[in-house]
């Protein structure tokens, strides 16, 4: 994967990223995306998360022991612990991990429905997916749609709204709990106001420049079917194990003829 065409495509695109997430618009964004992102992994314990992030990290408030980190690239790779391989084919076994967070890469892979399941099938029972992308509904949603031929990040991405996500997150049998909106500016604005981002984070207004999905894995429960045993006719007096096929037996008649018949003889 390191060598590959593929993973040096992969590993050029999250390279130009960077200079956004350096900017103050990227800086402004990425502060108010880990504010969101706080209260759902600090409380969370466990022994491994995996963040697939286009910009810096943002486990770092998280208590799981052991935070991993996704590279396209060994050369990208942050340390021993990072994971390097394919988008869609994650090298670690089922129900692994206690939190996955995918940071806007679904908007710039070209099969990211099958980042979407890898995510789905290396993520615990009991836990939590994350999925960061920006707003196609918000105002710099409309910015967007204009710069369509810009190829610096992140206009150069596939912008999806969370409806679209939350269908995909259905067909991996997941559901999604919540959906937070962030980063409420204008269009030409690089900073957040404050008083707009607490209105707009108090009323979660789908015009936030990003989103946050949070998923979990549908627990599905078998269905009980009782059993019921019957018998649609009379058994045959000749079937093993019959005793009757209509009238009472009486332990008493069954004497009087057994001494009858020892009588006769």
Known sequence: MSNSPKA????QRLTCAQAYWQSDAGRALWETQR?????VVEGRKGGHSLEMGMGPAMMGMSLITHPIRWAPS????????SLVCPPDQWALPDRCLDTVVIHHWLEHLHEAHHTL???ARVTAD???L???GFNPLGLNGLTQRWRKQQTAFPWNGHWRSANRLKDWLAFVDFEVERVDYCCFRGPLSTACGVRWEAWGRRHNLPLGESYMIQAQRRQRHAPVQRVKF???APIAPSSLGATRTGAPWSHSKSQRRLKKDSERE
């Open 8 to 11: 040096d495509s992969l590993a």
């Open 35 to 39: 504010a969101c992102l706080g209260p």
């Open 74 to 81: 060994r050369a990208l790779a942050e340390s021993d612990a």
């Open 117 to 119: 399941r890898e995510a």
């Open 126 to 128: 009991n836990g939590v």
């Open 130 to 132: 994350v999925l960061f």
């Open 230 to 232: 019957g018998l649609s």
